[in-house]
């Protein structure tokens, strides 16, 4: 993928004729629920630090697109992965930059293809190789936010989880030159 991914951006290019400019972005779906999050922290000896967990059932689901030449993010929390959701969220993103042309890289799972999928009139989607997440920069965002925002919170229900995976998805949508830092890979940025 890295070695054909120039390649691919100019022939999208080239066959997708207009003036408005390209934009590239990853997108991805992360799955955030009731079950805690147990991870190593600090605290005065001889103390053991207390951490609550909790086993649920509950999730709820972020779904992201980052622009990689400017760390742009945008996210949307839906209750479920499915195509429904996937068409509010192209239809959103297609929204929020109606003056670019969109290409959209995702990975393949099912509801990305589904064949009631409306792909909007200014976005692109383009599937990454089977089984191969760590070519997904989003799913450093998720190991961020998971390892900054996530570890050792026990939320009283799902409602109070979705606040706080919305102010945490809201500090990095504010915070472009982070998120830039985390998605702008060389081989990426090379082929723009």
Request: aromatic fraction near 10%; glycine fraction near 4%.
């Amino acid at each position: 993928m890295e070695k054909k991914f120039p390649d691919l951006i100019k022939n999208i290019d080239k066959q997708w004729p207009g003036e408005s400019p390209i934009k590239l972005m990853f997108q991805d779906e992360a799955r955030f629920g009731l079950i805690s999050d147990i991870r190593r922290c600090w605290c005065p000896a001889p103390f053991r630090p207390l951490c609550p967990a909790a086993v649920s059932q509950e999730y709820t689901y972020a779904y992201a697109a980052v622009s990689i030449a400017d760390g742009g993010l945008d996210t949307l929390i839906l209750p479920h992965v499915n195509a429904n959701c996937m068409q509010m969220f192209v239809d959103e993103i297609a929204s929020r930059h109606p003056d670019s042309r969109i290409i959209m890289i995702l990975d393949g799972a099912g509801w990305h293809k589904a064949g009631s999928l409306a792909i909007p009139y200014n976005m692109k989607l383009v599937n990454l190789p089977p089984y191969s997440p760590e070519l997904n920069p989003v799913e450093h965002l998720w190991d961020d936010l998971r390892e900054k925002a996530f570890h050792n919170r026990l939320f009283d229900s799902i409602d109070s989880l979705e606040d706080h995976l919305e102010i945490s998805l809201k500090q990095m949508e504010n915070n472009k030159e982070y998120v830039r830092s985390i998605v702008a890979w060389p081989w990426i940025i090379n082929a723009m």
